[in-house]
Protein backbone atom coordinates (compact mmCIF):
# COMPACT_ATOMS: atom_id res chain seq x y z
CA UNK A 1 0.00 0.00 0.00
CA UNK A 2 2.77 2.29 0.98
CA UNK A 3 4.13 1.95 -3.05
CA UNK A 4 1.30 3.20 -4.31
CA UNK A 5 0.94 6.78 -2.48
CA UNK A 6 4.56 7.29 -3.27
CA UNK A 7 4.35 7.01 -6.65
CA UNK A 8 1.00 8.45 -6.45
CA UNK A 9 3.39 11.97 -6.64
CA UNK A 10 5.03 10.36 -9.69
CA UNK A 11 2.81 9.02 -11.93
CA UNK A 12 -0.03 10.87 -13.81
CA UNK A 13 -1.75 7.50 -14.29
CA UNK A 14 -2.19 6.67 -10.95
CA UNK A 15 -3.82 10.41 -10.31
CA UNK A 16 -6.37 9.87 -13.17
CA UNK A 17 -7.23 6.64 -11.25
CA UNK A 18 -7.97 8.18 -8.07
CA UNK A 19 -9.94 10.43 -9.83
CA UNK A 20 -12.09 8.48 -12.22
CA UNK A 21 -12.80 6.26 -8.35
CA UNK A 22 -13.74 9.74 -6.66
CA UNK A 23 -15.71 10.43 -9.89
CA UNK A 24 -17.53 6.74 -10.28
CA UNK A 25 -17.96 6.90 -6.03
CA UNK A 26 -20.23 10.08 -6.74
CA UNK A 27 -22.55 8.66 -9.18
CA UNK A 28 -22.64 5.94 -7.49
CA UNK A 29 -23.67 6.65 -4.09
CA UNK A 30 -26.46 9.05 -5.29
CA UNK A 31 -28.16 6.45 -8.11
CA UNK A 32 -27.32 3.53 -6.24
CA UNK A 33 -29.19 4.56 -3.09
CA UNK A 34 -32.69 5.03 -5.58
CA UNK A 35 -31.76 1.60 -7.29
CA UNK A 36 -31.51 -0.39 -3.99
CA UNK A 37 -34.69 1.20 -2.86
CA UNK A 38 -36.50 0.74 -5.31
CA UNK A 39 -35.20 -2.96 -5.69
CA UNK A 40 -33.78 -2.02 -9.36
CA UNK A 41 -30.76 -4.45 -9.31
CA UNK A 42 -32.04 -5.98 -12.34
CA UNK A 43 -32.04 -2.77 -14.23
CA UNK A 44 -28.97 -1.98 -13.52
CA UNK A 45 -27.16 -5.66 -14.56
CA UNK A 46 -29.30 -4.97 -17.94
CA UNK A 47 -27.69 -1.68 -19.02
CA UNK A 48 -24.30 -2.75 -17.74
CA UNK A 49 -24.31 -6.18 -19.80
CA UNK A 50 -25.88 -4.55 -22.61
CA UNK A 51 -23.70 -1.42 -22.81
CA UNK A 52 -20.73 -4.81 -24.66
CA UNK A 53 -22.88 -3.83 -27.57
CA UNK A 54 -21.97 -0.26 -28.13
CA UNK A 55 -18.28 -0.94 -27.29
CA UNK A 56 -18.09 -3.45 -29.53
CA UNK A 57 -19.67 -1.18 -32.02
CA UNK A 58 -18.00 1.59 -31.65
CA UNK A 59 -14.97 -0.45 -32.33
CA UNK A 60 -16.02 -2.42 -35.34
CA UNK A 61 -16.47 1.27 -36.82
CA UNK A 62 -13.16 2.35 -36.15
CA UNK A 63 -11.19 -0.89 -37.55
CA UNK A 64 -12.94 -2.28 -40.11
CA UNK A 65 -14.96 1.34 -41.53
CA UNK A 66 -12.69 3.66 -40.11
CA UNK A 67 -15.47 5.83 -38.77
CA UNK A 68 -13.61 7.63 -35.68
CA UNK A 69 -16.26 9.75 -34.29
CA UNK A 70 -17.73 7.04 -32.16
CA UNK A 71 -15.74 5.91 -29.07
CA UNK A 72 -16.08 3.31 -27.23
CA UNK A 73 -16.94 5.28 -24.35
CA UNK A 74 -19.62 7.26 -26.52
CA UNK A 75 -20.74 3.96 -28.47
CA UNK A 76 -21.41 2.33 -24.19
CA UNK A 77 -22.89 5.70 -23.64
CA UNK A 78 -25.10 5.80 -26.49
CA UNK A 79 -26.46 1.58 -26.01
CA UNK A 80 -27.15 2.23 -22.49
CA UNK A 81 -29.53 5.08 -22.61
CA UNK A 82 -30.98 3.32 -25.65
CA UNK A 83 -31.64 -0.20 -23.42
CA UNK A 84 -32.61 2.66 -20.17
CA UNK A 85 -35.26 4.20 -22.85
CA UNK A 86 -36.51 0.91 -24.49
CA UNK A 87 -37.21 -0.78 -21.03
CA UNK A 88 -39.44 2.43 -19.82
CA UNK A 89 -41.12 2.25 -22.38
CA UNK A 90 -41.96 -1.79 -22.31
CA UNK A 91 -42.48 -2.02 -18.93
CA UNK A 92 -44.48 1.55 -18.33
CA UNK A 93 -48.21 0.99 -16.26
CA UNK A 94 -46.63 -2.89 -16.18
CA UNK A 95 -47.63 -3.52 -20.08
CA UNK A 96 -45.34 -6.64 -20.17
CA UNK A 97 -43.49 -8.27 -17.55
CA UNK A 98 -40.46 -6.20 -15.95
CA UNK A 99 -37.93 -9.67 -15.83
CA UNK A 100 -38.92 -10.92 -18.92
CA UNK A 101 -38.01 -7.51 -20.76
CA UNK A 102 -34.83 -7.45 -18.21
CA UNK A 103 -33.91 -10.83 -19.56
CA UNK A 104 -34.23 -10.28 -22.85
CA UNK A 105 -31.95 -6.56 -23.27
CA UNK A 106 -29.86 -8.20 -21.12
CA UNK A 107 -28.56 -11.86 -23.47
CA UNK A 108 -29.12 -9.34 -26.04
CA UNK A 109 -27.23 -6.69 -25.39
CA UNK A 110 -24.72 -9.37 -24.52
CA UNK A 111 -24.97 -11.34 -27.36
CA UNK A 112 -24.77 -8.34 -29.80
CA UNK A 113 -21.62 -7.38 -28.20
CA UNK A 114 -20.05 -10.36 -28.91
CA UNK A 115 -21.08 -10.41 -32.56
CA UNK A 116 -20.17 -7.31 -33.06
CA UNK A 117 -16.33 -8.18 -31.28
CA UNK A 118 -15.68 -11.03 -33.51
CA UNK A 119 -17.05 -9.53 -36.65
CA UNK A 120 -13.47 -6.41 -35.53
CA UNK A 121 -10.66 -7.71 -37.14
CA UNK A 122 -7.48 -7.46 -34.63
CA UNK A 123 -7.08 -8.56 -30.99
CA UNK A 124 -9.73 -6.40 -28.86
CA UNK A 125 -7.72 -6.22 -25.44
CA UNK A 126 -8.74 -2.70 -25.07
CA UNK A 127 -12.69 -4.51 -25.11
CA UNK A 128 -11.44 -6.22 -22.49
CA UNK A 129 -10.57 -3.58 -20.04
CA UNK A 130 -14.17 -2.84 -20.82
CA UNK A 131 -15.10 -6.12 -19.77
CA UNK A 132 -13.42 -6.51 -16.48
CA UNK A 133 -12.40 -3.07 -15.47
CA UNK A 134 -9.03 -1.50 -16.20
CA UNK A 135 -8.94 1.77 -14.10
CA UNK A 136 -5.08 2.41 -14.25
CA UNK A 137 -5.94 3.05 -18.38
CA UNK A 138 -8.45 5.90 -17.18
CA UNK A 139 -7.33 9.31 -19.75
CA UNK A 140 -8.28 12.97 -19.27
CA UNK A 141 -10.67 12.52 -22.06
CA UNK A 142 -11.96 9.67 -19.78
CA UNK A 143 -12.31 12.30 -16.54
CA UNK A 144 -13.85 14.75 -18.21
CA UNK A 145 -16.78 12.35 -19.75
CA UNK A 146 -17.38 11.28 -16.28
CA UNK A 147 -16.86 14.70 -14.74
CA UNK A 148 -19.88 16.27 -16.76
CA UNK A 149 -22.18 13.17 -16.40
CA UNK A 150 -21.93 13.43 -12.32
CA UNK A 151 -22.30 16.89 -12.89
CA UNK A 152 -26.12 15.97 -14.84
CA UNK A 153 -26.68 13.08 -12.74
CA UNK A 154 -26.56 15.03 -9.25
CA UNK A 155 -28.19 18.24 -10.81
CA UNK A 156 -31.02 15.93 -11.82
CA UNK A 157 -31.32 14.02 -8.65
CA UNK A 158 -30.75 17.10 -6.55
CA UNK A 159 -33.80 18.86 -8.59
CA UNK A 160 -36.05 15.73 -8.77
CA UNK A 161 -35.33 14.72 -5.57
CA UNK A 162 -39.02 14.88 -3.72
CA UNK A 163 -40.39 13.36 -6.78
CA UNK A 164 -37.82 10.42 -6.89
CA UNK A 165 -38.45 10.02 -3.35
CA UNK A 166 -42.48 9.99 -3.48
CA UNK A 167 -41.65 7.14 -6.97
CA UNK A 168 -39.66 4.85 -4.93
CA UNK A 169 -41.80 5.01 -1.79
CA UNK A 170 -45.42 4.65 -3.48
CA UNK A 171 -45.44 4.77 -6.90
CA UNK A 172 -49.79 4.48 -6.81
CA UNK A 173 -49.90 7.76 -4.11
CA UNK A 174 -47.38 9.69 -5.63
CA UNK A 175 -49.80 9.27 -9.32
CA UNK A 176 -52.49 10.35 -7.35
CA UNK A 177 -51.22 13.22 -6.08
CA UNK A 178 -50.37 14.15 -9.70
CA UNK A 179 -46.96 13.06 -9.93
CA UNK A 180 -45.85 12.28 -13.77
CA UNK A 181 -44.62 8.96 -12.72
CA UNK A 182 -44.17 7.84 -16.34
CA UNK A 183 -42.00 11.07 -16.75
CA UNK A 184 -39.71 10.30 -13.91
CA UNK A 185 -39.65 6.73 -14.23
CA UNK A 186 -37.79 7.42 -17.80
CA UNK A 187 -35.33 9.50 -16.06
CA UNK A 188 -34.73 7.05 -13.13
CA UNK A 189 -34.20 4.49 -15.98
CA UNK A 190 -31.62 7.03 -17.81
CA UNK A 191 -29.58 8.30 -14.87
CA UNK A 192 -28.99 4.32 -13.81
CA UNK A 193 -27.33 4.11 -17.59
CA UNK A 194 -25.56 6.94 -17.30
CA UNK A 195 -24.28 5.75 -13.79
CA UNK A 196 -23.55 2.07 -15.27
CA UNK A 197 -21.21 3.61 -17.93
CA UNK A 198 -19.00 5.79 -15.30
CA UNK A 199 -18.84 2.44 -13.33
CA UNK A 200 -18.14 0.19 -16.81
CA UNK A 201 -15.07 2.66 -16.88
CA UNK A 202 -13.68 1.58 -12.95
CA UNK A 203 -14.88 -2.20 -12.54
CA UNK A 204 -15.89 -3.24 -16.13
CA UNK A 205 -19.06 -4.71 -17.50
CA UNK A 206 -19.33 -7.96 -15.31
CA UNK A 207 -18.80 -6.45 -11.62
CA UNK A 208 -20.42 -2.57 -12.57
CA UNK A 209 -23.87 -3.69 -10.79
CA UNK A 210 -21.55 -4.39 -7.26
CA UNK A 211 -20.13 -0.78 -7.03
CA UNK A 212 -23.60 0.61 -8.00
CA UNK A 213 -25.46 -1.69 -4.69
CA UNK A 214 -23.25 -2.55 -2.34
CA UNK A 215 -22.03 0.98 -1.15
CA UNK A 216 -25.56 2.02 -1.42
CA UNK A 217 -26.86 -1.36 0.37
CA UNK A 218 -23.93 -0.71 3.28
CA UNK A 219 -25.21 2.68 3.76
CA UNK A 220 -28.99 1.43 4.38
CA UNK A 221 -27.69 -0.57 7.26
CA UNK A 222 -26.80 3.12 9.44
CA UNK A 223 -29.22 5.82 8.15
CA UNK A 224 -32.76 5.45 7.44
CA UNK A 225 -32.91 8.91 5.15
CA UNK A 226 -32.82 8.48 1.19
CA UNK A 227 -30.28 12.10 1.08
CA UNK A 228 -27.85 10.62 4.00
CA UNK A 229 -27.77 7.25 2.45
CA UNK A 230 -26.88 8.80 -0.88
CA UNK A 231 -23.66 10.83 1.47
CA UNK A 232 -23.03 7.46 2.79
CA UNK A 233 -23.15 5.27 0.39
CA UNK A 234 -21.14 8.19 -1.62
CA UNK A 235 -18.72 7.53 0.98
CA UNK A 236 -18.15 3.96 1.30
CA UNK A 237 -17.69 3.36 -2.70
CA UNK A 238 -14.97 6.22 -2.77
CA UNK A 239 -13.51 4.80 0.48
CA UNK A 240 -13.37 0.87 -1.30
CA UNK A 241 -12.69 2.29 -4.38
CA UNK A 242 -9.00 3.87 -2.96
CA UNK A 243 -8.61 1.33 -0.70
CA UNK A 244 -8.71 -1.14 -3.36
CA UNK A 245 -6.31 0.60 -5.81
CA UNK A 246 -3.70 0.83 -2.99
CA UNK A 247 -4.19 -2.93 -2.11
CA UNK A 248 -3.80 -3.80 -5.50
CA UNK A 249 -1.25 -1.96 -6.70
CA UNK A 250 2.18 -3.54 -5.31
CA UNK A 251 0.72 -7.11 -6.30
CA UNK A 252 -0.26 -6.46 -9.79
CA UNK A 253 -4.22 -7.63 -9.24
CA UNK A 254 -7.00 -6.51 -11.04
CA UNK A 255 -8.31 -3.39 -9.56
CA UNK A 256 -11.70 -3.26 -10.36
CA UNK A 257 -12.00 -7.10 -8.83
CA UNK A 258 -10.35 -5.54 -5.96
CA UNK A 259 -12.25 -2.98 -5.12
CA UNK A 260 -15.71 -5.00 -5.51
CA UNK A 261 -13.96 -7.74 -3.28
CA UNK A 262 -13.12 -4.95 -0.41
CA UNK A 263 -17.27 -3.42 -0.99
CA UNK A 264 -18.71 -7.36 -0.82
CA UNK A 265 -16.45 -7.39 2.40
CA UNK A 266 -17.71 -4.11 3.88
CA UNK A 267 -20.88 -5.15 3.18
CA UNK A 268 -21.27 -8.48 4.75
CA UNK A 269 -19.55 -7.07 7.76
CA UNK A 270 -22.51 -4.26 8.11
CA UNK A 271 -24.88 -6.75 7.57
CA UNK A 272 -23.27 -9.20 10.05
CA UNK A 273 -23.17 -6.24 12.51
CA UNK A 274 -26.97 -4.96 11.93
CA UNK A 275 -27.84 -8.77 12.02
CA UNK A 276 -26.25 -8.65 15.41
CA UNK A 277 -27.73 -5.69 16.86
CA UNK A 278 -31.26 -6.44 16.11
CA UNK A 279 -30.54 -9.94 17.96
CA UNK A 280 -29.36 -8.07 21.32
CA UNK A 281 -32.44 -5.58 20.64
CA UNK A 282 -34.65 -8.53 20.59
CA UNK A 283 -33.42 -10.04 23.96
Do not use: K
Not at 48 to 74: C, D, K, M, V, Y
Not at 203 to 222: C, E, Q
Request: charged share 10%.
Amino acid sequence: MLTFFTDLAHYPFLVNAVAAVLLAAVAAGVVGSLVVVRRSTYLAGAVSHSTLAGLGLARLLQRRFGIEALTPFGGALLAAVGVALLVARLTARDRNRSDTVLSAVWTGGMALGVSFVAATPGYQDDLMSYLFGSVLLATGRDLAWMAGLDVLVVATVALCYNRFLAIAFNEELARLRGVRTGFYETLFHVLTALTVVLLVRVAGIVLAIALLTLPAATAGFFVRRLDRMMAAAAGVGAAAGLLGLAVSYAPGWPPGATIVELAVLVYLAAALWNRRGRARQNL
